[in-house]
């Protein structure tokens, strides 16, 4: 079974500050990593994702994160944040084989404050 | 393109009743899992179904089931409800067999259990 690790519960920050939410992951086989974001009494909202190729990924309200694979880490960054990205964000991983396939595993959650 | 539909958005039951919740995932999506979401155990995984199979079940009691119907829609049903079923219950569609690597998830649906 895969175990996914975010090391912050809560990350308060200011306003056009950059960030760094962290998101360590154990797996014997490859993997394939996401990050979701989720605002107060929402669904999940596809962040990026990790699949193949570059491990620098880009995805949408200007995030990005670094797949390391021999850190087995898939960080989350933003240069500069906004008010509106205060929301909880959960980090995901799930297997490219076998039998636990389409199945995601999300760690605990970091809830991201951003204070003006 | 309609997103992943969830109903009800609320429910409120009582202790030993049982629930339905109904998932219908965007059209041409084949494919649909559920999770359960709560302050203790955070996201844990129900069901998968593909072409109205389960491919995957996670480890919840009997008391939890999910079918799938030829049009893709989905069903989750909870019998003989616990104080501790009080949770988000969310729906996450595919378009093919790759809930894996991509997945498209409703708003949820709020079960309370009093």
């Known amino acids: 079974a895969q175990s996914v690790t975010q090391l912050d519960s809560q990350v308060p920050v200011f306003e056009e500050a950059p960030v760094e939410l962290r998101c360590n992951y154990s797996?014997?086989?490859?993997?394939?990593l996401f990050w979701y974001v989720q605002y107060p009494n929402q669904g999940l909202q596809l962040l990026l994702k990790?699949?193949?190729?570059?491990?620098l990924v880009k995805g949408i309200n200007g995030f990005e994160a670094e797949f390391n694979k021999s850190q087995t880490s898939f960080h989350l960054r933003k240069p500069s944040v906004h008010i509106s990205d205060t929301a909880e964000y959960f980090c995901a991983v799930s297997e490219d084989r076998g039998s636990t396939l389409g199945r995601l595993y999300f760690g605990r959650g970091t809830q991201l404050t951003v204070w003006p | 393109k309609a997103g992943v539909t969830q109903t009800p958005r609320y429910l409120i039951k009582t202790r030993g009743q049982q629930v339905t919740l109904s998932c219908s995932p965007i059209s041409g999506h084949r494919s649909v899992s559920w999770y359960q979401q709560t302050p203790g155990q955070g996201l844990q995984f129900l069901f998968e179904?593909?072409?109205?199979?389960?491919?995957n079940k996670g480890n919840f009691p009997g008391r939890f089931s999910g079918r799938q119907f030829s049009n893709s829609r989905s069903e989750m049903n909870v019998s003989t409800l616990e104080l501790g079923d009080s949770a988000l219950y969310l729906c996450a569609s595919s378009p093919r067999g790759e809930l894996n690597t991509e997945a498209f998830f409703g708003q949820g649906t709020r079960l309370t259990v009093v």
């Open positions: 797996s014997s086989v490859s993997v394939y």
């Open positions: 179904y593909f072409s109205e199979t389960q491919r």
């Open positions: 990790y699949l193949s190729g570059s491990t």
